[in-house]
């Protein structure tokens, strides 16, 4: 008959293709794991794929990879912020790992200040703490001060995004506590934010 369709085979069809669909995504975030390939769907750095990069053995200031890192909510400047990561399990707190660019390592200065982040005198461009959060939940800033990074350190601040909960509020990373160390892939063009 003109018009008429079997429903079963429909709904079958559908179960077949969100079959496909779902076995593509668990390929998908195998090989990502697998492979050491971070996906980034956060606003402290440009959306996509970062691969892999090797550990750095010195300082760069110019081509600072990304660190892939496990915070503590334990940290000093961790205690009095709110807890942004999402519950993904991933770090050994529960939480999901962040995602940032380094911008200073061991022997570098670093002031904080309500105008941001410096480092060895160059101010960090969309770095000034903020006194809310997106939620409207109060922020506090890492003590402002000048702080020299020690040995096993690295402060990590996004100039992507003014609004990124990072090393301006919960100071030093240990380096410990970084699980990869990346560089961007596949993404998004860099604009400020």
Known sequence: MIGRFDQSLVIMKAIRIGLLL????????????????????????????????????????????????????RWPGLKNNPNTRRSLGTCPDGYAALLKPVVAWPGDAVTTSPSGVAVNGTLVSNSAPLTRD?????????????????????????????????????????????????????TEQYHAH
């Open 134 to 186: 997106s939620l409207g939940r109060e922020l506090h800033p890492y003590p402002y001060g000048t702080y020299q990074v020690q040995a096993e350190q690295i402060w990590v601040v996004s100039s992507y995004s003014s609004k990124s909960f990072d090393s301006r509020y919960f100071g030093p990373v240990p380096l410990k506590t970084v699980r990869e160390w990346v560089r961007p892939l596949i």
């Open 22 to 73: 779902g076995a593509g995504a668990a390929v998908s975030a195998v090989a990502f794991s697998e492979f050491g390939f971070v996906f980034n769907f956060t606003h402290s750095a440009p959306f996509g794929i970062y691969r892999p990069a090797p550990e750095p053995t010195q300082p760069s200031h110019g081509t600072s990879p990304y660190a892939f890192f496990c915070p503590d909510q």
